[in-house]
């Protein structure tokens, strides 16, 4: 494998950021790649939307950190460093279409910089089917998160206002006390 350490070893951050606490390193064609301790990561920059079918970590985790790492520090151009994370994708067994749908979605986060025709046109190749294929879920799945985060909002709205009348309510430890 091109990936030279074994597991990966963090530590959370907050809710969405995870800190390395050894490092990744990673051998491409041409060059070694070392995420170092420290370095923090979302793991796969998924939207809420898609975590059904790719959640942020998984299989591609390693690839996920060495493309935050590239994207981030740059030691390559940004089209390389998705190039280098399909190619890590592929090496870590991912399937060639969530493989391909990753790729696309990195390389429009990305604006396709430094994309000539041909990289244009094997974008569009896989974008539009992707789209198709997600645009219900996606669609089905924004509507439901909508409607939970009103109910939670509302539910708040009762909940915090109850807890915010106890908050003036005396507080009473211990057994109960009676005056004499």
């Given at each position: 494998?091109?990936?030279?350490?074994?597991?990966?070893?963090?530590?959370?951050?907050?809710?969405?950021?995870w800190?390395?606490?050894?490092?990744?390193?990673?051998?491409?064609r041409?060059?070694?790649?070392?995420?170092?301790?420290?370095?923090?990561t979302?793991?796969?920059?998924?939207?809420?939307?898609?975590?059904?079918?790719?959640?942020?970590?998984?299989?591609?985790?390693?690839?996920?950190?060495?493309?935050?790492?590239?994207?981030?520090m740059?030691?390559?151009?940004?089209?390389?460093a998705?190039?280098?994370?399909?190619?890590?994708?592929?090496?870590?067994?991912?399937?060639?279409?969530?493989?391909?749908?990753?790729?696309?979605?990195?390389?429009?986060?990305?604006?396709?910089?430094?994309?000539?025709?041909?990289?244009?046109?094997?974008?569009?190749?896989?974008?539009?089917?992707?789209?198709?294929?997600?645009?219900?879920?996606?669609?089905?799945?924004?509507?439901?998160?909508?409607?939970?985060?009103?109910?939670?909002?509302?539910?708040?709205?009762?909940?915090?206002?109850?807890?915010?009348?106890?908050?003036?309510?005396?507080?009473?430890?211990?057994?109960?006390?009676?005056?004499?």
């Open positions: 494998m091109p990936f030279v350490d074994g597991d990966i070893t963090v530590r959370q951050i907050d809710a969405e950021t800190e390395l606490r050894e490092e990744v390193g990673y051998r491409a041409e060059e070694t790649f070392t995420v170092p301790v420290g370095f923090r979302d793991f796969a920059s998924v939207p809420t939307v898609f975590v059904w079918l790719i959640p942020r970590y998984g299989v591609y985790t390693k690839a996920a950190i060495l493309h935050d790492f590239l994207c981030r740059a030691p390559v151009s940004r089209a390389d998705d190039g280098v994370f399909r190619r890590a994708l592929r090496e870590l067994g991912v399937s060639a279409l969530r493989r391909w749908i990753m790729w696309a979605a990195v390389r429009a986060g990305g604006r396709l910089s430094g994309a000539g025709p041909g990289q244009w046109l094997l974008w569009l190749l896989v974008t539009v089917p992707a789209v198709a294929f997600l645009a219900v879920p996606a669609l089905v799945l924004t509507v439901w998160l909508a409607l939970f985060w009103v109910l939670e909002w509302v539910a708040y709205l009762f909940t915090g206002r109850a807890a915010a009348g106890r908050d003036n309510q005396p507080s009473f430890s211990g057994a109960p006390q009676t005056e004499s």
